[in-house]
């Protein structure tokens, strides 16, 4: 099985930054790709950012310019770096993993911005 512990977020004023990061454990060996999603209250969980193993990212359009999204493969872990943050990305920020064709989901942090 594989294991993600997520930390970072928090709460932080509009204009300000917050990081992510999600530490992956157990059964790493073939870890495609990583990414954060995102759900806030009363909506659907939606895609913020994803990286493969070849470093390839893709960013939904409202964070495009804002956020970050790395990866170390060495420690197996991925980051995102929030910038710039606004209101309407506060939401509970999940990382998951894909694995040889099963997705591994971590247990959330919640990232506040206040107005």
């Known amino acids: 099985q594989v294991q993600l512990v997520e930390s970072g977020g928090g709460l932080v004023e509009a204009g300000g930054s917050l990081g992510l990061s999600c530490a992956a454990s157990g059964r790493i060996f073939g870890i495609n790709a990583m990414g954060w999603y995102r759900q806030a209250p009363g909506n659907q969980r939606e895609l913020v950012a994803v990286?493969?193993?070849?470093?390839?990212?893709t960013y939904v359009d409202s964070v495009k310019g804002r956020f970050t999204i790395s990866r170390d493969n060495a420690k197996n872990t991925v980051y995102l770096q929030m910038n710039s943050l606004k209101p309407e990305d506060t939401a509970v920020y999940y990382c998951?993993?894909?694995?040889?064709?099963?997705?591994?989901w971590g247990q959330g942090t919640q990232v506040t911005v206040s107005s």
């Open positions: 990286i493969t193993s070849s470093g390839s990212t």
């Open positions: 998951k993993i894909v694995r040889q064709g099963y997705a591994y």
